[in-house]
């Protein structure tokens, strides 16, 4: 079984929820025997953290004629080197390939949908040029996959004219870096802190985590994610001076130590194509805050604390309901997360490739 896989994502982001869960599926297919792995790889001036932890030789590498020469090259339609030849095509964002090799070759192809924050929080160009290229990945797909139930729903709510295409569930996992510390929690710092993992675009409402933190009495923010602007410097210097610290290039291992350590994870985003710090927090037995929407509800489960409106009162009671019920959530949080797993997302992706492929033998 020939599967090529398109890396662009690598690198059109450092980091981030796409990276991760390429990594993941990534990493696995290199270490399987059976398999016959070839990738396409832009040359780009972003170093992406996860794409440094894979080693991928060159010889897997296939010939291409595109080029990440200006920012509407991610956007082109690939054109491969490859005559009379079978293999399954699965882009890490979005990409499809041209017409000319599909003529040419028996072609299957696979594309994951992670989320709709461009068709939801976007306007002009970059919406229209965005949606235009998922558009087309998705109508190009034998099979679509979708990291969550409400993804599904917002893709036919989007794209109702894919309605009878083959759309697959397949839920990300949580890396084994994550779980319980036992000696951490036992020696605690006294200092009380809620913990803010993640982008901090206007969806995520870091302006309010930031205003409802400031209310409470003891409480710190300890923020993990990209560097602040001017604005929010300001904000939380206007709000929690002297209580907030910025950590930037955290790895896994030093954000499992911050999990064990907060009294929660606070995750006010309203928008959400999966929620993978939940996972985080639940593994490492962190209670979590977090809002009552999009895809939060399925990941969260019955573990830690849901808002139906992000509200200061609203929150209040959420502390309140932490520090009386704080071992029973934890509980919670570890057997709900015992449903997600990267071995379980890959194995499900790759009985995908396996079906597509023995589709073949049955023409």
């Not at 079978?86 to 299957?108: C, D, E, G, P």
């Amino acid at each position: 079984m020939t599967v090529i896989i398109d890396l662009i994502a690598f690198s059109l982001q450092r980091s981030g929820g796409i990276s991760v869960y390429w990594y993941e599926i990534i990493e696995r297919i290199l270490n399987e025997s059976h398999f016959k792995p070839s990738f396409i790889e832009e040359k780009s001036i972003n170093i992406n953290i996860f794409r440094k932890e894979l080693e991928i030789n060159e010889n897997k590498m296939v010939p291409c004629e595109a080029r990440l020469v200006n920012y509407l090259s991610r956007y082109r339609a690939l054109n491969l080197k490859k005559k009379s030849e079978s293999f399954i095509f699965h882009s890490t964002y979005y990409r499809t390939l041209n017409k000319k090799t599909k003529k040419y070759n028996n072609v299957k192809e696979v594309v994951t949908v992670h989320d709709f924050t461009y068709e939801i929080f976007n306007k002009g160009l970059k919406k229209w040029v965005h949606s235009f290229q998922k558009r087309k990945a998705i109508r190009a797909a034998d099979v679509v996959i979708c990291i969550s139930e409400n993804t599904k729903k917002d893709l036919l709510h989007f794209y109702p004219e894919f309605a009878l295409k083959d759309i697959r569930i397949i839920y990300n996992g949580v890396s084994k870096d994550y779980y319980n510390l036992p000696v951490v929690k036992s020696v605690k710092e006294k200092e009380l802190f809620f913990l803010f993992v993640g982008s901090r675009v206007s969806y995520k409402n870091f302006a309010f985590a930031v205003k409802v933190i400031a209310q409470t009495n003891g409480f710190n923010l300890k923020i993990v994610g990209p560097k602040l602007d001017h604005n929010e410097i300001i904000l939380l210097d206007n709000y929690l001076s002297n209580r907030w610290e910025i950590l930037a290039n955290v790895n896994n291992i030093e954000l499992n130590v911050l999990y064990n350590m907060a009294f929660a994870l606070l995750y006010p985003s309203s928008y959400e194509g999966f929620g993978i710090p939940l996972l985080e927090a639940m593994k490492a037995g962190c209670p979590f805050i977090a809002l009552n929407y999009s895809s939060i509800p399925e990941v969260a489960g019955d573990a830690g604390v849901l808002l139906d409106n992000l509200t200061a009162e609203n929150f209040n009671d959420a502390v309140v309901m932490i520090n009386k019920n704080r071992n029973k959530i934890i509980e919670r949080g570890y057997k709900h997360v015992e449903n997600f797993s990267w071995d379980k997302c890959y194995h499900e992706t790759i009985s995908i490739y396996q079906e597509l492929n023995n589709s073949w033998n049955q023409i």
